[in-house]
């Protein structure tokens, strides 16, 4: 399966910025959506950003202003502009991939849905 890899985690103070990175690999693949999630101790995995094959955004209320998702079609790279960080903001980030995928032991194109292990975001002063 497509494996993804974040990077650009951080300790930050409030207001600062980050720059998160999510790398796709491994093998003949087709993204569809990319997005990132994240998730604080004690609640649940909520959406923050994401975008579409055809460049389409949404975005988590929460950080709508302040958050910019991107990607870069050539490396296979999504990223996260974070401004204006919160401390609210803290929480792991995960990135999150779909598309299609060759599978060598089937032989035709499969339906991925993969997820990185995440990226550590502190927002604290």
């Known amino acids: 399966q497509v494996q993804l890899v974040e990077s650009g985690g951080g300790l930050v103070q409030p207001g600062g910025s980050l720059r998160l990175s999510c790398a796709a690999s491994g093998g003949l693949f087709r993204l569809n959506t990319m997005g990132w999630y994240r998730q604080a101790p004690g609640k649940e995995r909520e959406l923050v950003a994401g975008?579409?094959?055809?460049?389409?955004?949404n975005y988590a209320d929460s950080v709508k202003d302040r958050f910019t998702i991107s990607k870069d079609n050539g490396k296979n790279t999504a990223y996260l502009q974070m401004n204006g960080l919160k401390a609210e903001d803290t929480a792991v980030y995960y990135c999150?991939?779909?598309?299609?995928?060759?599978?060598?032991?089937?032989?035709?194109?499969?339906?991925?849905?993969?997820w990185g292990q995440g990226t550590q975001v502190t927002v604290s002063s």
């Open positions: 999150n991939a779909d598309g299609t995928i060759f599978d060598a032991m089937k032989s035709f194109p499969v339906d991925f849905d993969s």
């Open positions: 975008i579409t094959s055809s460049g389409s955004t």
